[in-house]
């Protein structure tokens, strides 16, 4: 491809969390956070796909190596309810809502030790 032409990124088809545990880690995103799993790749883990066409996936590396992974935010309707639900559900919630002009937030843990986001956009999700 000439260096002149110009390429477009439309989207983020997966974000996915390197995990120490596969089953652990399948049994938190499923059981604890509720989300339905839609490919199982057994001891290596497995992805969520969302209803606006996202996905979400954990991977073990083969060699078993691990380290934290970057931040998801995962879109919520009403963040002091979903923060509360979690809680009820043994999720590590740090304490306190970051509320900013834009949106509100909940800082989270999951099984492996991946932090992620708990999100609400304020007027919605456009």
């Not at 049994?27 to 490919?39: A, D, P, V």
Request: charged share 30%; hydrophobic share 30%.
């Amino acid at each position: 491809m000439p260096a002149t032409e110009t390429v477009t990124i439309r989207g983020i088809d997966i974000t996915t969390y390197l995990i120490k545990d596969a089953e652990r880690a399948k049994k938190f995103w499923s059981e604890t956070m509720g989300l339905k799993m839609t490919q199982d790749y057994g001891p290596h883990g497995g992805e969520y796909a969302f209803s606006d066409g996202t996905t979400f996936g954990l991977y073990r590396l083969e060699d078993g190596s691990w380290h934290p992974s970057g931040w998801a935010l995962f879109n919520v309707d009403d963040l002091d309810k979903a923060v509360e639900y979690y809680k009820s559900r043994g999720v590590k919630i740090h304490e306190g809502i970051e509320d900013t002009p834009v949106c509100k937030m909940a800082f989270a843990e999951d099984s492996e030790g991946n932090e992620f986001i708990l999100h609400e956009r304020k007027g919605g999700r456009d």
